[in-house]
């Protein structure tokens, strides 16, 4: 992902938050990923899933605010 592949990287953590729905930080690697590919919405819901399980995680705080 760091290498701008977001399209391969979505599909490994898609699979990663399948396999630990409980992860929050591999959720909010997920959005980013969505988000870099420029799947907003998809990103919103995984942004949201995140603060679900880590409440007081402000990265994905943040994203909300600033994607709204």
Avoid: M
């Amino acid at each position: 992902f760091q290498k701008g592949d977001s399209g391969t990287a979505i599909g490994y953590l898609r699979k990663a938050a399948e396999l630990s729905p409980s992860e929050a930080e591999v959720r909010l690697h997920y959005a980013r990923a969505l988000e870099a590919h420029g799947n907003r919405e998809s990103a919103l819901v995984e942004y949201q899933k995140v603060l679900e399980l880590s409440p007081h995680n402000a990265a994905a705080r943040e994203q909300i605010k600033t994607s709204r």
